[in-house]
């Protein structure tokens, strides 16, 4: 894409809640971005939901509130499809001066995963499944949206109907093409459970792309929402009364020959797959923050709402929080379940592939895959129960320590806790607006 055609691009990060943060720029940048061209406060990845600076937080006051430099991630700039201007998107993440990575960056933090797997002359293979909900949000509470045939709002649950598929055609044509111009791999798209809730997958590929595209996605399906009248919202919970919008992420790892370490030519996998299943259930509790990131979070995650809230793993049932599907032997993956679809995708592809490899590194064994209802076992080890325990819980666990810098995890804790402070001067019926489209 020639960025010296246009009239303006834009450039931005990700912060800590999954929000593009950056700059508009003149087409004169564009040969000179890779020079740290564009500075952007540190701070500017570590705001709260609003955006506001975070009160004590070292990046601020403490430090002159300085400025790092914004490079090119290598994602390479996409088309805007949801804009009325032709325009470009360069996805960028911060440096210090030095040209170290900004430890407080998301995107930083899964590259340091991915790192450790190189060194064992390992790749990861990711893929994931959005769920989010369309709705009328132009009230005091949200409602689902108007059917575009019949000119009535929706009604009812409607899994897997092709009537409902095709009375949003022209959304999902938009959306489709939108993918294809942004080098989106969408794949198959369907009728969810929740009242006006969809659901796309993304093709399996490279995990950093895998994390990149889902962020993209992300901001495509809001914006094009938005064209067509009404709102794409990706909140764990859009109403108290219907499904929960989660996203699950499917992995495996190549090794230097290409070959699946998680395949040994049957159903069960390797004991380098179980190794991973035990460091997966292991941080699951700590990383519940990461996978959970907002107050409307825990409103998903109570038993018997299809959103797994106890530790554990089995062969192709789906009500297990780690599921390993059957297929192909070459195939063999593991399917994480416990996200929502408000998560920040590079911190949870971070949590979920950091885990795995430290149950590798530690040759970690997991108890027996259940069977049956996962819902209904009532020994397993549980997920934080609320926001604070869950930020308490990701500050102190041993095992995110392994996984996440430490400055992150600070920045990470300071941020919800700031958080949770200001939700409670804002009226509870008014949550929802902050929520709608920030996550």
């Known amino acids: 894409m020639d960025l010296s055609a246009l009239h303006t691009f834009r450039v931005a990060a990700c912060d800590l809640n999954g929000q593009m943060r950056g700059k508009r720029v003149p087409p004169s940048y564009s040969a000179k971005l890779d020079k740290g061209v564009v500075r952007m406060p540190f701070s500017a990845l570590n705001v709260d939901l609003w955006g506001a600076d975070i009160d004590g937080s070292p990046l601020v006051f403490e430090s002159g509130d300085a400025d790092g430099l914004l490079r090119p991630t290598g994602r390479g700039p996409v088309p805007m499809p949801w804009l009325d201007t032709a325009t470009a998107l360069v996805p960028m993440c911060l440096y210090h001066d030095d040209g170290t990575p900004f430890a407080g960056d998301p995107r930083h933090a899964l590259s340091a995963i991915l790192d450790r797997y190189a060194e064992r ?152 797959l179980r190794s991973a299943v035990a460091g997966c259930l292991a941080a699951m509790p700590g990383s519940t923050l990461i996978f959970a990131p907002h107050g409307n979070s825990y409103t998903r995650l109570v038993p018997g709402a ?92 041993p095992l995110v320590a392994r996984i996440f810098p430490a400055n992150l995890i600070r920045n990470m804790a300071m941020t919800k806790r700031q958080e949770i402070a200001r939700f409670t001067d804002r009226p509870a019926e008014e949550h929802w607006l902050s929520y709608l489209e920030n996550v």
């Not at 009812?156 to 942004?182: I, K, N, R």
């Not at 399906?221 to 919008?245: C, E, I, Q, S, V």
């Not at 679809?341 to 949590?351: E, K, T, V």
Request: glycine share 10%.
């Open 121 to 272: 002359g390992w790749s990861v293979i990711a893929a994931t499944e959005l769920e989010f909900t369309l709705l009328d949000a132009s009230g005091g509470q949200p409602q689902p949206p108007v059917n575009p045939v019949t000119g009535r709002m929706l009604q009812d649950e409607a899994v897997l109907s092709m009537a409902e598929m095709d009375a949003f055609d022209a959304f999902f044509t938009d959306l489709y093409d939108g993918c294809a111009a942004m080098g989106i791999p969408a794949q198959t798209a369907i009728s969810e459970s929740g009242i006006g809730q969809f659901e796309i997958n993304l093709n399996h590929q490279d995990a950093m792309r895998c994390a990149d595209d889902t962020w993209l996605f992300k901001s495509l399906a809001r914006g094009l929402a938005h064209k067509h009248r009404f709102t794409a919202t990706f909140m764990a919970k859009p109403y108290a009364w219907d499904a929960g919008n989660g996203m699950h992420v499917h992995f495996s790892v190549i090794d230097a020959d290409g070959k699946n370490i998680f395949d040994d030519g049957g159903p069960e996998g390797t004991e380098l």
């Open 306 to 397: 299809h959103a797994p809230t106890g530790a554990s793993w089995a062969y192709e049932n789906r009500t297990a929080a780690l599921r390993i599907p059957g297929g192909v032997p070459a195939a063999r993956r593991i399917e994480h379940r416990v996200a929502g679809g408000d998560i920040n995708p590079y911190l949870m592809l971070s949590a979920v592939l950091g885990a795995a490899l430290v149950g590798i590194e530690n040759s970690l064994q997991p108890p027996a895959p259940i069977t049956g209802n996962a819902y209904e076992v009532t020994d397993l080890p549980q997920l934080a129960p609320d926001w604070p325990s869950a930020i308490s819980a990701f500050e102190t666990d």
